[in-house]
Structures are given as C-alpha cells and as structure tokens.
C-alpha cells in the first residue's frame, strides 16, 4: 500500500466515500485489529489500516483495494443508517459483554443456558449485519460508488465472518443439547 501513500490514502479514500454520500460522519484510525466499523454509541467510523491490508488478501474472490475500502465504507454508513436500532440494542449488548466478562471461554460453551446467550448474541449481530449491508446496497444504487461485482464479493466475505462463527457456535449448541437429553433419558 506504500505506493499509494499509505494510510493517509486509505482515509482519503474513506472520507471521499462519506462525502460522495452526503452523510457527515467523524472517522478514526486505530489499532483494534479489525478492518473498519461503526461505533454507535459515539457515532464515528474506526478503520485499522494494518487489518485492511490482510483482509485484502485474505479474501477468495479478489476484488482491488480501493472497492474493498469504498464497499466497507458503505457498510459501516449502512450501520450509521440503522444506529437508532443499534442503540435499542444497548441493554442486550451490554448484558453479552457482562457474561463474557464474567465466564471462561469453557464455561461460556459448557453450559447451556450462556452458549444459548452466544446464539442469541450471533443472531442478533447477523440482523444487524443484513440490515447494513442492505442500507449499503441502496447507497451504491443511488449514488453509484463500487462496481456490483465487487460489492456482492465484500458483502459476501464479511457475511461469512459472522455465518461462519454462528454456525460452528450452533453445531457446538446442538451437540451439547443433544448430549443433555442422552443423559436424561
């Protein structure tokens, strides 16, 4: 990415994006190890330029660098779209955070009624996921951003990362539930 100066191309590129859409939006770069997203408690949208850069390459169907960041962009503006409904979900958010805080890793999948707040927790991210996606899909109709091609390979690789860890999540459910009703009968 040197050749394209960098992170400071990655942020022209993102804050072109937000203008071409006519949505004011604060952005910050920083290190959480996740390529961009929304937060909504205070309304900005975070990038890490080091993960943009291996996720780029993590994908199956290659799309250039430049339609990877515009597309995401559109996501994450597609989050900002659906922030009322994001910030109703505060209670149930922070209720997640609470158990993992306070549960290992092996309690968190040992029993059943915190492995069924994970499902829970996948389910709901997966909405929240869906709902953005569509909100981008409709800025890209209107304004034209990312060629369809690439959108629908972005779209579908950062679907996947939450499909994916649902349902190993739910096969892991599935079988500790089926192991319970073993024991009970």
């Known amino acids: 990415m040197n050749n394209k100066g960098g992170k400071n191309w990655v942020e022209r590129l993102i804050q072109s994006t937000i203008r071409a859409v006519g949505i004011d939006m604060e952005l910050k770069q920083n290190h959480t190890g996740v390529n961009m997203s929304y937060n909504f408690i205070l309304n900005y949208i975070g990038y890490d330029v080091k993960r943009i850069e291996e996720a780029i390459k993590e994908m199956q169907a290659q799309v250039s660098l430049e339609s990877y960041i515009k597309a995401f962009t559109l996501h994450e503006l ?4 659906d922030r ?4 109703d979900s505060l209670t149930k958010t922070l209720e997640f955070y609470e158990m993992k805080k306070n549960h290992t890793i092996y309690e968190q999948y040992s029993d059943g009624n915190l492995l069924t707040m994970l499902i829970e927790e996948h389910k709901m991210n997966i909405a929240f996921e869906e709902t953005a996606w569509a909100n981008a899909e409709k800025l890209n109709m209107e304004y034209g951003i990312v060629d369809w091609e690439s959108f629908e390979k972005v779209k579908n690789q950062g679907m996947a990362t939450y499909l994916n860890l649902y349902a190993k999540d739910l096969q892991i459910y599935n079988k500790l539930v089926s192991e319970q009703t073993e024991q009970i009968a």
């Open 84 to 87: 009322k409904a994001l910030l």
């Open 78 to 81: 597609g989050h900002a779209l």
